[in-house]
């Protein structure tokens, strides 16, 4: 499959088209930004940081990249290249932009270069905010791969031209959808997937005392969109040992959330069918 090399930064700074000279992207007011001997740069300057290592602990990035190579969220994956592989076959341009918008370890965008054999050329971007996420997804590139350009950086500042993407992802993350509309080419795609109210409800019965009632507000279209289609996906995984159960507990915001008690009893499980339920929002850009 081929692919091209995503060129489209901007200054986290000013702004400014970022342009590779060797191994340092510079804009022409002269901020310069390292390439990483791993292969990513870090778009991230510190008054966009809340604290000194936001994001995703290195714990729990090597626990996210057990569970989901282990496929279990591969239905999802699956969904997610099918609606983006269709839009990359409509769209004008020699390449096709791809943004994963709280990339992880990079399995989203990796699951799509895996199915994209027979597509126009693919330009992948993988940004997140926590550097260990953007280190682990730059050490698992190799050459039978297509190269995505790993970036340490804000959802809310994204260091991206604007109106220079096909499409952006935003998986179980944070979408800041006015800097999402900017990035995005009019009839770009927004792949957004939340979770729906099941997911993993077997482990929060365990780990919580009682549940908060399901949430049933409306939600509304997010401004500079049209909401193309909504999608549900549901099915159950069996998870079979301690150390699956604890890496689904500890790549979750649930193992801040419970109590000492309740991740005791999960600890103390040897085997746990879980409901994976999803949803999956497909917007276009107006």
Same mark, same amino acid.
């Given at each position: 499959?081929? /692919?091209?090399?995503?060129?489209?930064?901007?200054?986290?700074?000013?702004?400014?088209?970022?342009?590779?000279?060797? +191994?340092?992207?510079?804009?022409?007011?002269?901020? /310069?930004?390292?390439?990483?001997?791993?292969?990513?740069?870090?778009?991230?300057?510190?008054?966009?940081?809340?604290?000194?290592?936001?994001?995703?602990?290195?714990?729990?990035?090597?626990?996210?990249?057990?569970?989901?190579?282990?496929?279990?969220?591969?239905?999802?994956?699956?969904?997610? /290249?099918?609606?983006?592989?269709?839009?990359?076959?409509?769209?004008?341009?020699?390449?096709?932009?791809?943004?994963?918008?709280?990339?992880?370890?990079?399995?989203? $965008?990796?699951?799509? /270069? =895996?199915?994209?054999?027979?597509?126009?050329?693919? +330009? $992948?971007?993988?940004?997140?905010?926590?550097?260990?996420?953007?280190?682990?997804?730059?050490?698992?590139?190799?050459?039978?791969?297509?190269?995505?350009?790993?970036?340490?950086? +804000?959802?809310?500042?994204?260091?991206?031209?604007?109106?220079?993407?096909?499409?952006?992802?935003?998986?179980?993350?944070?979408?800041?959808?006015?800097?999402?509309?900017?990035? $995005?080419?009019?009839?770009?795609?927004?792949?957004?997937?939340?979770?729906?109210?099941?997911?993993?409800?077997?482990?929060?019965?365990?780990?919580?005392?009682?549940?908060?009632?399901?949430?049933?507000?409306?939600?509304?279209?997010?401004?500079?969109?049209?909401?193309?289609?909504?999608?549900?996906?549901?099915?159950?995984?069996?998870?079979?040992?301690?150390?699956?159960?604890?890496? $689904?507990?500890?790549?979750?915001?649930?193992?801040? =959330?419970?109590?000492?008690?309740?991740?005791?009893?999960?600890?103390?499980?040897?085997?746990?069918?879980?409901?994976?339920?999803?949803?999956?929002?497909?917007?276009?850009?107006?």
């Amino acid at each position: 499959m081929n /692919s091209t090399p995503f060129q489209a930064l901007a200054c986290p700074l000013d702004g400014e088209p970022l342009h590779l000279a060797g +191994s340092a992207w510079r804009c022409a007011a002269g901020h /310069s930004f390292d390439v990483a001997k791993q292969g990513y740069v870090n778009l991230l300057p510190v008054q966009q940081k809340r604290s000194t290592d936001p994001g995703d602990s290195k714990p729990m990035v090597a626990a996210r990249q057990r569970f989901l190579e282990a496929g279990y969220y591969q239905p999802i994956a699956q969904a997610v /290249s099918k609606h983006l592989l269709s839009h990359a076959e409509v769209r004008s341009a020699s390449s096709f932009g791809c943004l994963d918008a709280g990339c992880g370890e990079g399995y989203y $965008l990796r699951e799509l /270069s =895996r199915a994209a054999l027979n597509s126009r050329p693919l +330009s $992948l971007v993988g940004l997140d905010i926590s550097k260990w996420a953007v280190l682990a997804a730059a050490k698992q590139d190799d050459k039978k791969m297509p190269h995505c350009s790993w970036v340490v950086g +804000s959802n809310a500042h994204l260091p991206v031209q604007t109106a220079t993407l096909d499409s952006v992802l935003c998986m179980f993350g944070f979408p800041v959808h006015h800097e999402f509309a900017r990035v $995005l080419k009019p009839g770009g795609l927004l792949v957004q997937v939340e979770a729906g109210a099941g997911h993993l409800r077997e482990l929060r019965e365990v780990i919580y005392p009682t549940l908060k009632p399901d949430a049933t507000s409306e939600r509304k279209v997010p401004e500079g969109f049209v909401q193309l289609q909504t999608e549900s996906l549901s099915y159950q995984i069996a998870l079979e040992g301690q150390d699956s159960i604890g890496d $689904l507990l500890a790549m979750t915001p649930h193992l801040y =959330r419970a109590s000492q008690e309740g991740r005791a009893r999960a600890a103390a499980l040897d085997a746990l069918t879980l409901t994976v339920d999803a949803r999956l929002m497909i917007y276009e850009r107006s």
